[in-house]
């Protein structure tokens, strides 16, 4: 049972798929989970009954929790494995444990290969272009939080820099003291519905280079908020945004409108 879509993702991607008996509806998003049973998750859950009556062997769950609905679980005679990644290794590490969970370690390792190789094509990519693109990549916009530290890995792999310590509360004005040059929301929970207008409505930030020139752009929640291997379609769409031609700019910017903007150059 994964509670987790990291978990559920990395779960599919080597293999495994066939082990579960049950999923969140979140880990659709991420994974080819269709059919099997949905439940609550680590942040609301109607029943812990529904977990119960799978009868799942164990039961893989993540940070963000509610201390409540965790409890709950904690309470039944379930197996429970808490994950908790902060960096790209630790991501690797817990490719590594399900792996061995599910008796699919060569996958395991397959696939931290294959993330190893995609981020390293990125990276060399990035180094042709001998900038780096100063980044604030947020999470979540009431309160700002910014994205992940592995979000942070990310985005120096695509050739820029986080300009705020990454998986904290921020201000505005910590923000516009940084003076990002792109600005990149990846709420959680939103997919793509993150509102770029926002940004440009913060008074604080009216002269930041990322305002100014319009370069606010939308990356899908689930592409860099799950730590797994959404992240190397995460990686392409913000090197993508990161590296947007400056005569393509506009409120509406997308990864996919740099993308056509690339073809076109």
């Given at each position: ?148 530290p592995w ?5 120096k792999i ?42 440009y409505r ?64």
């Amino acid at each position: 049972m994964s509670l987790a879509p990291s978990a559920t993702s990395i779960l599919c991607a080597i293999g495994a798929r066939r082990l579960l008996v049950g999923v969140t509806k979140w880990c659709s998003d991420v994974a080819p989970v269709a059919g099997l049973v949905q439940v609550g998750d680590c942040w609301h859950m109607e029943s812990v009954a529904d977990i119960v009556a799978l009868r799942p062997t164990l039961v893989i769950g993540s940070v963000p929790y509610k201390q409540e609905t965790v409890g709950k679980l904690l309470e039944q005679r379930l197996n429970f494995l808490a994950m908790n990644p902060r960096t790209l290794e630790d991501v690797y590490a817990d490719i590594r444990l399900l792996g061995g969970i599910a008796g699919r370690a060569k996958a395991a390792e397959g696939l931290i290969r294959k993330m190893h190789s995609e981020f390293a094509a990125i990276k060399s990519t990035a180094k042709k272009l001998k900038q780096r693109v100063r980044v604030y990549c947020e999470a979540w916009p009431n309160p700002r939080i910014s994205s992940p530290p592995w979000v942070a890995e990310v985005v120096k792999i695509c050739g820029g820099e986080m300009v705020v310590p990454a998986g904290e509360k921020v201000g505005d004005e910590q923000v516009a003291e940084a003076m990002p040059e792109v600005i990149v929301l990846a709420w959680a929970a939103t997919g793509a519905k993150a509102d770029p207008e926002q940004a440009y409505r913060v008074e604080a930030w009216k002269d930041v280079p990322a305002i100014r020139q319009r370069r606010v752009f939308v990356v899908r929640d689930e592409l860099l908020n799950t730590p797994g291997p959404p992240l190397m379609e995460g990686a392409r769409e913000l090197f993508t945004a990161l590296h947007l031609h400056n005569g393509e700019r506009g409120k509406k910017n997308s990864p996919q409108r740099a993308q056509r903007a690339q073809r076109r150059g």
